[in-house]
């Protein structure tokens, strides 16, 4: 399965955010959202290695949302 992390920019230099979230820092390519003004604090969501679009911080925390009812489910399941 293949998942975007909703996660919070902390750097720009040039088509390269350092992106940030629960603890882990990644740099992520904005080629695919370079029609965006993205900034330190913008929230977005990250698959790959690439910015695939910006988001509110509400939007963000609602994925997270998910993402940690996904994972509690499966570590349910898993008896874990």
Not at 11 to 39: K, P, T, Y
Not at 63 to 80: K, N, P, Q, Y
């Amino acid at each position: 399965m293949c998942l975007g992390v909703p996660m919070q920019v902390v750097a720009v230099a040039g088509f390269v955010a350092r992106c940030e979230a629960r603890g882990v820092s990644r740099d992520a390519s904005l080629w695919l959202v370079q029609h965006e003004s993205i900034a330190p604090g913008d929230h977005v969501m990250v698959h790959g290695g690439n910015v695939l679009q910006k988001m509110t911080k509400d939007e963000a925390a609602a994925s997270w949302a998910v993402i940690d009812e996904m994972l509690a489910e499966e570590t349910r399941r898993s008896g874990g």
